[in-house]
């Protein structure tokens, strides 16, 4: 499976942004999808994850703010991001669980300016 991440971005604080993240190859054993960040000197951390039936979990960080949404016809995921934080910073990774496979995307830059 290939993961190709679209539309990071600089924004001003407050704004907004909607990553996309599309899926290719052996796209049909995907089951969950997911984005993660990574912001310089931390760990890479869970932002948001939804299943193939669609159910979601958020980090308490972007509870109310980010909504996570898959098309499953598209093999597309997802990721509106509202009332955007200088601490939201970071590269967002788009990730796709297959049962004997994780698969990452590339990653792209977030940058909200205050």
């Known amino acids: 499976v290939q993961l190709v991440e679209s539309g990071g971005g600089l924004v001003q604080a407050g704004g907004s942004l909607r990553l996309s993240c599309a899926a290719s190859?052996?796209?049909?054993?995907?089951?969950?999808m997911g984005w993660y960040r990574q912001a310089p000197g931390k760990q890479r951390e869970l932002v948001a994850a939804?299943?193939?039936?669609?159910?979601?979990n958020y980090a308490d960080s972007v509870k109310g703010r980010f909504t996570i949404s898959r098309d499953n016809a598209k093999n597309t995921v997802y990721l509106q991001m509202n009332s955007l934080k200088p601490e939201d910073t970071a590269v967002y990774y788009c990730?796709?669980?297959?049962?004997?496979?994780?698969?990452w995307g590339q990653g792209t830059l977030v940058t909200v300016s205050s």
């Open positions: 939804i299943t193939r039936r669609g159910s979601t």
């Open positions: 990730k796709a669980d297959q049962i004997f496979r994780t698969n």
């Open positions: 190859g052996s796209t049909f054993s995907i089951n969950a």
